[in-house]
């Protein structure tokens, strides 16, 4: 089983960037696919990104394209979120979670996650 902790967030000003990290410990990293998640104050939670076991492939909600960008290490254990042109409707709470799949990028609403981690704090004032 995977456990995950994300760190990277803060307090960044409209148009500005961060990068989210999600570090995972446990054998079955390199073997899991990666998702972000956001949730925003007193909404459910979205899907950002996945990228698959390898980091070869990548998907995308469509209101973060071409503004973020999803990446892993598995050397490192690691998944990390590029967040540029932030805007404040991305304003939130950021998670990440594993779910295990050695196919390609892909999301479903009734995917169920091995584990999540706690989340970080987003905060792009308006």
């Known amino acids: 089983q995977v456990q995950l902790v994300e760190s990277g967030g803060g307090l960044v000003q409209a148009g500005g960037s961060l990068r989210l990290s999600c570090a995972a410990s446990?054998?079955?990293?390199?073997?899991?696919?990666m998702y972000w998640f956001h949730q925003a104050p007193g909404k459910e939670r979205d899907f950002v990104a996945t990228?698959?076991?390898?980091?070869?492939?990548?998907y995308y909600a469509d209101s973060v394209k071409g503004r973020f960008t999803i990446s892993r290490d598995n050397a490192k254990n690691t998944v990390y979120l590029q967040m540029n042109s932030l805007k404040p409707e991305d304003t939130g709470v950021y998670y990440c979670?594993?779910?295990?799949?050695?196919?390609?990028?892909?999301?479903?609403?009734?995917?169920?996650?091995?584990?999540w981690g706690q989340g970080t704090q987003v905060t792009v004032p308006s």
């Open positions: 990228i698959n076991w390898d980091g070869g492939s990548t």
């Open positions: 979670a594993a779910r295990r799949d050695l196919g390609i990028a892909r999301y479903s609403p009734e995917y169920e996650y091995e584990n």
């Open positions: 446990g054998h079955t990293f390199s073997t899991d696919a």
